[in-house]
């Protein structure tokens, strides 16, 4: 079962979604997604579990 959802928004849209079995995998594509769009105006990163109800783990910008 994949676990840890990872999505990436530019305003109100959807860029990249994905989802991984364990957490240290899905922190590592959070961190490279931001890394590789985080400059761009708009974007959005969130790391959630989805066993715990898609309850948010960290989320880019931090607000």
Do not use: H
């Not at 109100?12 to 931001?34: F, H, N, S, V």
């Not at 761009?40 to 066993?51: F, I, M, N, S, Y």
């Amino acid at each position: 079962m994949d676990r840890y959802q990872l999505t990436l928004t530019i305003g109100a849209r959807t860029i990249m979604r994905g989802w991984w079995p364990d957490l240290p995998t899905a922190e590592r594509k959070y961190l490279r997604w931001i890394g590789e769009r985080g400059s761009v105006k708009g974007a959005r990163g969130t790391l959630a579990d989805e066993a715990a109800d898609g309850r948010p783990l960290k989320s880019w910008p931090l607000a």
